[in-house]
């Protein structure tokens, strides 16, 4: 496998402007745009207004970012110390790590729901499966950057990544000892897969399990799925961040800590998902996810994202309901049980 073109899509200078547009960008972007629209029918299928996905994606995409950068130089810290504050906080230079956006997305989640009064365990089950396929796109970026690239293979395969000397780390920029031939592992192809299954899988649950899954239970379960994946394509990475700085072939200095954050993910997920289940085998209806809803015009003003003073009572009529007979789920706005 090599990159069909350069990093750049243009590269170029306009009336004495430099104009340049990464792949990477391409990517990132063109993932969160599908993720949004995947939002958007998944938000309406439970009964919340769309315009809240692209609302909350503005504030999602900006923390992400920050929260992606922050996180790879907090862990790359010797090569950024004393250099100017923008140079550290300019994704152009390189860096940015995975667990950080997915931070950065969850606690833009957490403000957002906060200031509309939504339930924030809603939206991160809505969310979920965006941040998925966002992901699996996203990766793609890494391939025309010749970036996230795994250790040689033994045996070459017809998958196997070629990299440039330039774009090679130590000691694999030796070309006496790791030749032009050598093919690395595109670690970027297979976490861009798996992230795909992981997407089709929380589909799979929701459509298979729905009436069964609790309020955060979807999202719970991509912190599980995604880990796994990870744990696993990471252990190839020559690239990964440890807990001591950049490892380069293994983490001399510490634990990977893409694979820490992995497992401590799988613990706590699996721990939540199951232990609530324990604790409280027979929870109220409004425990559970609103599946099957629809976004009603007629109970909104079109356009807005606050309901209308009918849609109100009815809202308050369905939680008396709800209190008396239990049958009833709380409406946009409403918090959880």
């Given at each position: 496998m090599y990159p069909p073109d350069d990093p750049f899509l243009i590269n170029t200078t306009i009336g004495g402007i430099y104009l340049t547009i990464r792949?990477?960008?391409?990517?990132?972007?063109?993932?969160?745009?599908?993720?949004?629209?995947?939002?958007?029918?998944?938000?309406?299928?439970?009964?919340?207004?769309?315009?809240?996905v692209w609302n909350a994606l503005m504030l999602g995409l900006i923390l992400g970012v920050l929260f992606a950068r922050l996180w790879y130089v907090a862990f790359e810290w010797k090569r950024f110390e004393g250099q100017p504050i923008l140079t550290?906080?300019?994704?152009?230079?390189?860096?940015?790590?995975m667990h950080g956006a997915i931070l950065g997305g969850a606690l833009a989640a957490a403000i957002y729901t906060r200031r509309h009064k939504l339930n924030l365990l809603d939206w991160l089950d809505i969310a979920a499966p965006g941040y998925a396929i966002a992901?699996?796109?996203g990766r793609w970026g890494n391939f025309f950057n010749q970036e996230a690239y795994g250790r040689p293979m033994a045996d070459p395969r017809?998958?196997?990544?070629?990299?440039?000397?330039?774009?090679?780390?130590?000691?694999?920029?030796?070309?006496?000892?790791?030749?032009?031939?050598?093919?690395?592992?595109?670690?970027?192809?297979?976490e861009s897969l798996w992230n795909l299954t992981v997407f089709l899988s929380l589909l799979l649950v929701e459509r298979r399990w729905g009436a069964k899954l609790r309020r955060g239970d979807t999202a719970l379960l991509y912190g599980v799925f995604y880990s796994i994946g990870r744990f696993f394509?990471?252990?190839?990475?020559?690239?990964?961040?440890?807990?001591?700085g950049v490892g380069g072939v293994v983490c001399e200095q510490g634990f990977s800590t893409a694979r820490l954050v992995s497992v401590v993910l799988i613990l706590v997920c699996s721990a939540i998902f199951i232990g609530r289940r324990l604790l409280r085998p027979k929870p109220p209806a409004s425990a559970y996810q609103p599946l099957g809803q629809t976004w009603p015009p007629d109970?909104?003003?079109?356009?807005?994202?606050?309901?209308?003073?009918?849609?109100?009572?009815?809202?308050?009529?369905?939680?008396?309901?709800?209190?008396?007979?239990?049958?009833?789920?709380?409406?946009?706005?409403?918090?959880?049980?």
């Open positions: 792949w990477y960008a391409v990517f990132i972007l063109g993932g969160v745009m599908i993720a949004g629209m995947i939002g958007t029918r998944r938000a309406r299928d439970r009964g919340y207004n769309p315009d809240h550290i906080l300019n994704p152009a230079t390189g860096g940015l790590a992901q699996a796109i017809p998958w196997g990544l070629r990299i440039d000397p330039e774009h090679r780390i130590p000691p694999y920029n030796d070309l006496a000892q790791f030749p032009e031939a050598t093919r690395f592992h595109p670690t970027f192809l297979y394509v990471e252990d190839l990475r020559v690239d990964k961040l440890c807990t001591g109970k909104g003003v079109a356009g807005t994202l606050e309901p209308t003073q009918d849609a109100i009572a009815e809202e308050t009529t369905g939680e008396q309901a709800a209190d008396a007979g239990g049958n009833q789920r709380p409406q946009e706005g409403q918090p959880a049980g």
